[in-house]
């Protein structure tokens, strides 16, 4: 049985109207939590996309 790996990443705006993505990419609970703290550090807009291996999320 073959394992799936699905990675995704993040788009925000920073709270001086800059718009961000993650550099890196995360499986789905990471990539919850770093939405969660973002979040509370004032990021709006904050979405989670799929993203295939080696691709970043496109700001």
């Known amino acids: 049985m073959a394992i799936t790996m699905q990675n995704f ?9 800059t718009p961000r993505a ?4 995360y499986d789905k609970a990471s990539a ?3 939405k969660a703290r973002l979040e ?8 989670i996309i799929e993203a ?3 691709e970043l999320p496109k700001v």
């Open 32 to 34: 919850e939590d770093r």
């Open 9 to 17: 990443g993040l788009t925000w705006t920073d709270p001086d109207g």
């Open 22 to 25: 993650a550099a890196v990419a």
């Open 52 to 54: 295939k291996p080696g």
């Open 40 to 47: 509370a550090g004032d990021a709006t807009h904050v979405e």
